[in-house]
């Protein structure tokens, strides 16, 4: 078994150093840093979708196959690789699917309170989830299946954005059993 | 969408600010650089690779032998490089060449700075230029010059 | 009919490809999603009748790391796909789905690859790929190494400009006929090539290969399972893939012995080559190409336009797969080369030589 406290060693003898650099402080690392810049065009669903959430209107995208409804809408349905051209509006009410209470903090996003809820958002009428921040309540409140609610953005403030929603919020409804909640809803979903 | 309006474009930007490890003969080369020196190492057959590599790419046997080489050689191709490329070491246009130094077989890229491609031949001398502060990097170089003709030679 | 260096048979039964300047219309996953649905309906096949998915593309083209992950979309990957990918041009995904029905696991392949390289700078990305230490700081970019490979052509004598335009202008009138085409034209004239100004010395604009957005789509089927499929499968009869060294100082530049090399283990020599779909970035390296290859005035060359029509990073290779595959399928040619490469300079390079029966 190799021996964890060795350091690998070079096949070759010693490397000889030149006599005129032998005595000094040798480099050992350089820096080789990238930047690289793009112009990110998103394909028309999604600019479509983008357009509509600055005047808080949420799109999803109906499967041609048998109705399932994504959102955000990328184009295509991804269990079948089918194009999608049918749009559908849902609310901006859902339930949690499933969270996560994080108590690090994420560069960039000094915004936010540690520690904070992200959660899997499934709106009503949609199939699938997305990301969102539940917050107005305490953190140990959320649960799976909880209603909630998205908080937008003064009128003002909105613009072609996912930043627009500014986090869900619970509504006190009742909740989703646990066993229809998030993708366990998929199979309930068009009852 | 209307046709008046215009996609949706964002900017998107991917940084990564590697710092990489040289290991002996690299960083040999990298600390000739900071002292306003070139080295080569030497091959099986004898001959200087010049930047030197751990490890013969043709062979593939470890490398040890290392050697100092000149500070001038010949250009041996270029190209004329305008605009200079956004993270290149170089704000104005300049040749890229693959320079072979006196005392190497192989040829290494850089610059050579010249005002212009007319300035240019394939087996000009050109001779190091360097900048002020060096840290151990190839833009150590600022890149080659035309190398002034001796007046005895 | 040649020898077969493999042990099974492997044909293309199926292509579909599309480039075009700057995709606008729609993203990369619904470009893909329309290509593959095309190559699987065009022989029947659904996806749950492939035995394995490889692709090729490069996250440092859409700027985002897993970004082949998102295409995965175009495929239909439910119920789960045995599925590969390369961080390279699509012709190298082919190689891996090759050898994968050579080990008999499976009898159908789908391998697609795409490109939307007009979202950032293609030919400062491609310096990444070089020494992190001594070179990619220096950030070269990749038509300024094509033409530091070119003038030593040039110094040599081993190529003119008068043979560079007389390639531009093969490419430009072959690329007419080609949807696919971005810079075609049915009537330029060597004299306007000639008299074109140098843009990177000493290439000219039309030396240089178009940058185009775009993605191909290929099925590969094994033995009966593809005469099932295709009426006139294109064979693969000999498949290589060999690569110099990454150091640009210790290779001569005028040559390509990893080309010489795949075309000769690919089976090259063993019978005459009606066409040849070589990819090069540059009329010179069209040039290099063709002398490695052995190619004579009796082969055709590139009749897609090849890359200096329509050059899409990570498609390119697998198209000149396909734009062979499709004229052997269509019975316009009997044997074919297809070429793919990677690298700077012609550095690594794969040769796939088909066949009808």
């Known amino acids: 078994m190799t021996d964890p406290n060795s350091l690998p060693a070079a096949l070759s003898e010693k490397v000889e150093i030149p006599e005129s650099i032998s005595g000094l402080e040798p480099v050992r690392s350089v820096r080789s840093p990238i930047r690289l810049v793009y112009d990110f065009v998103p394909s028309p ?32 349905d991804p269990r079948h690789g089918v194009l999608i051209d049918e749009s559908v509006e849902l609310s901006d009410r859902g339930h949690v699917g499933n969270f996560c209470v994080t108590h690090l903090p994420i560069p960039g996003r000094d915004d936010l309170d540690i520690p904070y809820v992200s959660a899997w ?7 699938v989830g997305f990301l969102g921040l539940v917050a107005g309540c305490e953190n140990d409140e959320v649960h799976i299946g909880m209603r909630v609610q998205a908080v937008w953005k003064e ?37 | 969408m209307s046709e008046l309006e215009k996609p949706l474009k964002a900017e998107l930007t991917v940084e990564y ?34 930047p030197p590599l751990e490890y013969d790419p043709v062979t593939s046997e470890p490398l040890t032998e290392m050697v100092e080489v000149a500070q001038s050689g010949v250009v041996e191709t270029w190209t004329w490089v305008d605009p200079p490329r956004p993270q290149s070491p170089w704000d104005a246009p300049h040749a890229l060449a693959l320079i072979r130094l006196d005392g190497s077989d192989t040829s290494m890229l850089h610059a050579v700075i010249v005002g ?14 360097w900048k002020e502060d060096r840290v151990g990097h190839i833009a150590d170089l600022e890149g080659f010059v035309q190398e002034i003709e001796k007046a005895d030679s | ?23 606008s219309e729609v993203n990369e996953v619904q470009l893909m999603a329309d290509l593959i649905s ?29 970004s082949f992950v998102h295409t995965l979309d175009s495929v239909g990957a439910f119920p789960p796909i045995s599925e590969s990918h390369v961080e390279m041009d699509g012709a190298f995904a082919l190689y891996e789905a090759w050898v994968k029905l050579q080990i008999g696991e499976v009898d159908t392949a789908l391998v697609y690859s795409y490109g939307k390289p007009s979202a950032g700078s293609v030919i400062d990305v491609l310096a990444t790929q070089l020494d992190p230490y001594y070179v990619s700081p220096l950030w070269p970019d990749c038509f300024s190494l094509a033409a530091l490979q070119a003038r030593l052509l040039l110094d040599n004598d081993l190529i003119t400009l008068e043979k560079m335009a007389e390639v531009s202008m093969r490419s430009q009138k072959n690329g007419f006929d080609n949807p696919n085409a971005v810079r075609s034209s049915e009537d330029v004239s060597f004299d306007d090539l000639m008299n074109e100004p140098v843009t990177v010395d000493p290439l000219r604009a039309s030396d240089i290969s178009e940058i185009a957005d775009g993605g191909c789509a290929v099925i590969l089927a094994a033995g009966d399972k593809a005469r099932s499929l295709c009426e006139r499968p294109a064979w693969i009869k000999g ?24 075309a000769e283990k690919a089976g090259v020599s063993d019978d005459r080559i009606d066409l040849a779909e070589i990819h090069g970035i540059t009329s010179a390296q069209e040039l290099i190409l063709e002398k490695e290859f052995g190619l004579n005035e009796k082969t055709l060359v590139n009749l897609s336009g090849g890359s200096l029509a329509s050059d899409t990073m990570m498609a390119s290779g697998l198209i000149r797969i396909s734009e062979v595959a499709s004229r052997i399928i269509s019975d316009e040619a009997d044997r074919g080369l297809a070429h793919a490469t990677s690298g700077p300079c012609l550095q690594q390079n794969l040769v796939c030589i088909l066949e009808g029966e």
């Open chain 1, 45 to 76: 669903p999604v600019q479509q979708y983008l357009r509509s959430y600055s005047k808080k209107k949420i799109l999803g995208h109906r499967s041609p196959v048998d109705g399932a409804v994504f959102v955000p809408p990328r184009g295509v």
């Open chain 2, 17 to 50: 600010p590697f710092t990489r490890t040289t290991g002996e003969v690299i960083g040999a080369f990298m600390t000739g650089l900071r002292e306003k020196r070139l080295f080569g190492i030497k091959r099986p057959d004898g001959s200087i690779l010049v």
């Open chain 3, 1 to 23: 009919m040649s020898e077969v260096n493999s042990f099974r048979d492997v044909a293309v039964v199926s292509v579909a490809s599309y480039q075009t300047k700057t995709l």
């Open chain 1, 155 to 191: 009128e003002d403030e909105l613009g072609n954005t996912a930043e627009n929603i500014l986090y869900w919020k619970p509504t006190g409804e009742p909740s989703v059993p646990v066993e229809k909640a998030g993708n366990r809803a998929w199979e309930h979903t068009n009852e």
């Open chain 2, 116 to 129: 212009s491609p007319l300035e240019m031949k394939t087996g000009m001398r050109v001779t190091a230029q």
């Open chain 3, 38 to 66: 095309k190559c699987r309906n065009s022989v029947g096949v659904t996806q749950e009748d492939i035995g394995f998915t490889c692709s090729g593309s490069s996250d440092f083209l859409a700027g985002q790391a897993f």
């Open chain 3, 239 to 262: 498949i290589d893939h060999r690569v110099d060294s990454h150091t640009l100082g210790v290779r001569d530049l005028t040559r390509s012995p990893s080309a010489f090399l795949a």
């Open chain 1, 121 to 127: 958002i499934h709106l009503d009428g949609a199939n």
